[in-house]
């Protein structure tokens, strides 16, 4: 929304979500994997098992099969790995990200069950990467580990455009775009302890 200093908020609270959507595929092409590995496995102790018991040997060809430990592997770790990501977004369950962009910068407020934790200043140029992924935009800056989530919906298409243009994404030409006031027009300053916000 633009607000009466004449910048735009926005506000991002739905982590699940974002992480769901992010990892989704490779979350099932990992339990694919899984499962193939499983079945290659189960197949080698299957034949080797009844192999040796009918004839008290186990075929040069069924050693092929232990091949199939590779992608249960792969499959087990990366399982593993995605049900702790996505753990970590149900614990930002009351996280949120408040967003006001000006036009020289945008301030990101960190709020945790409501409560100010902390508020970062982050300047266009300073911005490492930008991207556009289905409903969200992402924001990866200089010295962050983390991309920092918009969610395209909450904003109108003027907006949006304006949000584009100043992170430097690929805008519609004759788009419309908003002229947004300074920071140092509104006096916005970080007056809480800088920490990087949260993913």
Known sequence: MVTEQNTIKTEFSDFKKLQKFLWQKLYIC????????????????????????????????SEALLAFAVPLGIGIVFVLSFRSTFKQGEKLADAANVYEFYSDCVMVHELHGGVETGVARMEYAKIAKTAEKGQFLLIRYIGGGSALPIDKTTLSQTELNTVKKLLRLEVPQNADIKELASSADCGAKVTLTTTNPQN
Request: hydrophobic share 55%.
């Open 30 to 61: 990992s339990i694919v994997s899984l499962v193939v590995g499983i079945i290659g496995v189960l197949a080698y102790i299957i034949v080797s098992t009844v192999w040796e018991t009918l004839y008290e040997y186990s075929p040069a060809w």
